[in-house]
T-cell receptor, first 115, second 115 residues
Framework: NAGVTQTPKFQVLKTGQSMTLQCAQDMNHNSMYWYRQDPGMGLRLIYY???????DKGEVPNGYNVSRLNKREFSLRLESAAPSQTSVYFC??????????????FGSGTQLSVL | AQSVAQPEDQVNVAEGNPLTVKCTYS??????LFWYVQYPNRGLQFLLK??????LVKGSYGFEAEFNKSQTSFHLKKPSALVSDSALYFCAVRGPSGGYNKLIFGAGTRLAVHP
């Protein structure tokens, strides 16, 4: 059982380049989330998808877009990368959503550097 | 607004000694509190949660946490630390209401257990 799988694990971009971070879960979860982790700041929610076909902004959505491709997959796109987007990105999922106080299942992260 | 504070960046403990990782929160109404752990190069893993009921909550790997409403705290504890407990620990809170479906994470506390 793979759980939550993120690709790639590492990426280096130049300012202005675009890229898509991929996330897939095999646990039949309805809700999926994208967080970024920065030193001294904990995790901050970028976007989330409560169910297939819906997406909503989190705390720090500027500069990002998301697509809930199907129930399994939730991608995060940086259209024009900026150095401020250098971070570790985590995808997470849960069956019904944070509002039900379920635990989140996290992927192993993508370390992104923007030069 | 909801918030959570972890006042210590790092906690150092000798193996076999008890450990405490501190967390305080601010939320209107009843809080829903969580602890997650992050091992090197891994995503976060759920440890335990407090929703209601007994103030002492037991979780994975021998950890427990004590909810104290008067002190607005939810400290993580373990009676006897192991070197393998060395990791980054995050406290998180979800209030009973909010603008959207999310957890607020603390900045994290690095636990170092020395042989």
């Amino acid at each position: 059982n793979a759980g939550v799988t993120q690709t790639p694990k590492f990426q280096v971009l130049k300012t202005g380049q675009s890229m898509t971070l991929q996330c897939a879960q095999d646990m039949n979860h309805n809700s999926m989330y994208w967080y970024r982790q920065d030193p001294g700041m904990g995790l901050r929610l970028i976007y989330y998808s409560a169910s297939e076909g819906t997406t909503d902004k989190g705390e720090v959505p500027n500069g990002y877009n998301v697509s809930r491709l199907n129930k399994r997959e939730f991608s995060l796109r940086l259209e024009s990368a900026a150095p401020s987007q250098t971070s570790v990105y985590f995808c997470a999922s849960t069956t019904k959503g944070i509002a039900t106080n379920e635990k989140l299942f996290f992927g192993s992260g993508t370390q992104l550097s923007v030069l | 607004a909801q918030s959570v504070a972890q006042p210590e960046d790092q906690v150092n403990v000798a193996e076999g000694n008890p450990l405490t990782v501190k967390c305080t929160y601010s939320v209107s109404g009843n809080p829903y509190l969580f602890w997650y752990v992050q091992y090197p190069n891994r995503g976060l893993q759920f440890l335990l949660k407090y929703i209601t009921g007994d103030n002492l909550v037991k979780g994975s790997y021998g950890f427990e946490a004590e909810f104290n409403k008067s002190q607005t705290s939810f400290h993580l504890k373990k009676p006897s630390a192991l070197v393998s407990d060395s990791a980054l620990y995050f406290c998180a809170v979800r209030g009973p209401s909010g603008g959207y479906n999310k957890l607020i994470f603390g900045a994290g506390t690095r636990l170092a257990v020395h042989p």
